[in-house]
């Protein structure tokens, strides 16, 4: 950072020197040299919307000790969730010294506003000048402009920026600050992609006679098969010895299941009636799903359409019910009256905020998106990772895909993350995070013999498969370390791969995944009208989304299953019958058009 002589010291000038005197300096992420080519100063009266996240008064350790006490089955307190935003406040929020030193300088700057994004005051959004931003963080604002879209640009710090001394350690991440967004988020904020036909379109395929999983597809009457999914759910009111006049209070609504739409998604409802006449074969009145946000597109787009017709078919099949499924819509683009809005680069922290706000909360969230977790800031992905630990003690399901593209990661993630193509093993965010439940994708192959217990054989889904367009994703975090649950599983696959030369490729203490798997491939999906034939994780993370919402109705009077992985692995030790392990396969290949690996996470 070169020096500034300062001729004029203001009252206000010498408060902020002091300041940044001794402040620890922060590099931006992800920085611009490779896409993005500096322009003019942003001028100083420009207005900018900045995310502050608040360092919690507790540790990391110490709220995952708190995650673990209610979902580890082996706990006494196991299930005894979180009940209110004000138990929260209590792990999460800052010391009240933090809080103080951050209002009073946010004060003494002269920050046009400053209020907090949620009632656990974690999280603040600050609306301020250029000028006033290059001041408290000691930085210089420019303009940049994308080298292949010209038509894109960011305001952005050249290369660092300085959070003020009295504020170390209680400030964790600012927002707007820290990176650079890749190119698809940045069209997006600009307004570049309305044009396009639907970018983040799951990837489908017409039907043909010879696909392995038979000419009708993967639909949800073969689903509810495989996995024993019932077509008429049976209550179970005093399940494990519960009676009924001792059942809990339940602060969780066990029929809601949110879905998150992001980036210009949504549905259309003739869409749905027609999936769920024609390919569920639901013959009574329907009601269509909440809508909340502001959902509204030019035409129904594949991945909402693909979430909702999952979820209805699966949840909905047996009463014609889907108004349990909330559609969470989050399509506001970027305007010329602010620098950075919430919900215009990544949308993970915004919709977990917007989850946990919700009272009572629901008791199972599905998200089909994922970014390439060397794309995410590291302090983005730790202030979206404790909102999904609020979710874990608030005792809801987080159910994300797993991604697309194997161990090749998106097709960003070789140009935007600097990784030479296959030279690591790539996973996905914010699948990899210790406190969701991550899926990863299979081909029920229907169109061959069936196996020993009467049920067709899975394989993980991979583009080496004929007419296959996706890989499953999975592998090892670089973000997060391997949870306690998940060790005692893992450790065989560590030493297959310590063996097999895999093991140079990827972190072997990093958190792993997917935790569970299931069909990604072939499902009927309707379009403006027409059927086609959809692959991908964002097929199977709803339907496992589905699945546990059934659970939760079932037992009305045991708690929500909330945080699972604790449950799913302590379930595969005692009980690994309960499970179907998958054995065929690999996740060497990426997406459809991309070149394979050589090598890749085994089966």
């Not at 179970?236 to 066990?254: C, H, I, K, L």
């Not at 590291?378 to 609020?390: D, F, G, I, S």
Request: aromatic share 8%; proline share 6%; glycine share 6%.
């Amino acid at each position: 950072m070169k020096p500034r002589i300062l001729l004029l010291l203001s009252p206000l000038c010498l408060l902020l020197l002091a300041a940044v005197c001794s402040a620890a300096v922060r590099t931006v992420d992800n920085a611009h040299p490779t896409h993005w080519e500096r322009g003019p100063r942003a001028a100083p009266e420009l207005l900018l919307t900045l995310r502050v996240a608040l360092t919690p008064r507790k540790s990391d350790a110490q709220l995952a000790e708190l995650v673990a006490a209610v979902a580890d089955p082996a706990s006494p307190l196991y299930g005894q969730h979180l009940t209110s935003s004000a138990q929260l406040r209590t792990h999460f929020a800052p010391s009240d010294a933090s809080l103080r030193s951050f209002q009073q300088v946010v004060q003494d700057a002269q920050v046009l506003r400053a209020e907090p994004a949620d009632a656990v005051q974690d999280l603040w959004r600050l609306e301020l000048a250029v000028a006033t931003a290059e001041r408290l963080f000691d930085t210089e604002m420019f303009h940049f402009t994308h080298r292949q879209h010209s038509g894109l640009s960011v305001v952005r710090p050249e290369e660092s920026y300085s959070i003020p001394q009295e504020l170390e350690g209680v400030v964790a991440y600012v927002d707007g600050l820290e990176s650079f967004p890749t190119e698809m988020q940045a069209r997006f904020m600009q307004g570049g992609a309305a044009d396009e036909k639907d970018p983040f379109a799951v990837k489908q395929q017409p039907f043909a006679n010879d696909f392995i999983v038979g000419s009708s597809g993967a639909t949800p009457a073969v689903i509810r098969e495989q996995y024993d999914i019932p077509e008429r759910l049976t209550i179970n009111s005093s399940a494990y010895g519960v009676a009924e006049e001792s059942a809990p209070t339940d602060q969780v609504d066990r029929y809601k299941l949110v879905v998150g739409t992001f980036l210009h998604e949504f549905y259309d409802e003739m869409d749905l009636s027609q999936f769920l006449r024609t390919i569920d074969e639901q013959h009574q009145a329907f009601k269509m799903p909440k809508a909340t946000g502001p959902c509204t597109t030019h035409g129904p787009t594949g991945e909402a359409s693909l979430d909702v017709q999952v979820t209805a078919g699966l949840t909905a099949h047996e009463t014609g019910d889907a108004s349990t499924i909330e559609m969470l819509c989050y399509t506001q683009l970027r305007d010329e009256t602010r620098g950075y809005a919430a919900d215009n680069q990544e949308p993970f922290l915004t919709f977990m905020q917007d989850v946990n706000a919700m009272q009572p909360p629901p008791a199972v969230v599905s998200i089909s998106y994922t970014d390439d977790e060397c794309s995410v800031p590291t302090a983005y992905a730790e202030a979206v990772n404790r909102e999904l630990m609020k979710a874990a003690l608030r005792g809801i399901s987080i159910v994300v895909s797993a991604g697309d593209a194997g161990v090749r990661g998106s097709h960003l993630a070789e140009g935007f993350c600097r990784v030479p193509a296959c030279s690591k093993f790539m996973t996905m965010f914010p699948a990899s995070s210790p406190y969701v439940t991550a899926v990863g994708a299979t081909t029920i192959a229907t169109a061959s013999a069936r196996e020993a217990n009467g049920k067709w054989k899975e394989a993980v889904t991979s583009t080496s498969q004929a007419r296959a367009l996706i890989t499953s994703g999975g592998g090892f975090s670089d973000l997060y370390d391997m949870p306690e649950y998940q060790r005692k599983a893992v450790a065989p696959y560590l030493n297959f791969a310590n063996t097999s030369g895999l093991s140079r490729f990827f972190r072997d203490t990093g958190r792993a995944l997917p935790d569970i798997a299931a069909v990604g491939h072939a499902f009927p999906v309707v379009v403006n009208g027409e059927v086609g034939a959809t692959d991908g994780t964002s097929v199977s993370a709803p339907v496992v989304a589905s699945m546990i919402t059934l659970l939760n109705r079932a037992l009305p009077n045991l708690p929500p299953l909330g945080f699972l992985n604790p449950l799913l692995y302590r379930l595969y030790d005692v009980c690994p019958q309960v499970f179907v392990d998958i054995t065929h396969g690999d996740i060497s290949c990426g997406s459809r058009g991309m070149q394979c690996c050589s090598k890749g996470h085994m089966a």
